[in-house]
Nanobody, 125 residues
Framework: QVQLVESGGGSVQAGGSLRLSCATS????????VGWFRQPPGKERDFVAF????????RYHASVKGRFTISQDNPKSSVYLQMDDLKPEDSAMYYC??????????????????WGQGTQVTVSS
């Protein structure tokens, strides 16, 4: 069973940058698709971006396109979310998730059965 750990969250001012990391724990590996989702306080969790670890294909929510970049390091040990030009509306708990075996990438939360504990991102004005 895949176990995921997020890191890199914190507090920044509007216009600043953060890089979030998602890594597997133990001896588990990523499945095909790795996604980032976020949940602001009192709101539902929404799709942010995904990365296909086989093809390299990426997708972004319109609200972050051009500001956020999802990527994987050379040893393929971690998936990153580089967040630039952060805005107060980006404040949320950010979660990393991976798909089940045999499933393709999707923007739907239901297609990601394995989740990390989340890392908090707070952007002040």
């Amino acid at each position: 069973q895949v176990q995921l750990v997020e890191s890199g969250g914190g507090s920044v001012q509007a216009g600043g940058s953060l890089r979030l990391s998602c890594a597997t724990s133990g001896h588990t590996d990523f499945n095909v698709c790795v996604g980032w989702f976020r949940q602001p306080p009192g709101k539902e969790r929404d799709f942010v971006a995904f990365f296909n670890t086989i093809s390299g294909d990426t997708r972004y929510h319109a609200s972050v396109k051009g500001r956020f970049t999802i990527s994987q390091d050379n040893p393929k040990s971690s998936v990153y979310l580089q967040m630039d030009d952060l805005k107060p509306e980006d404040s949320a708990m950010y979660y990393c998730a991976t798909s089940a075996k045999g499933w393709g990438c999707s923007v739907l939360e239901s297609r990601f059965p394995f989740w990390g504990q989340g890392t908090q991102v707070t952007v002040s004005s």
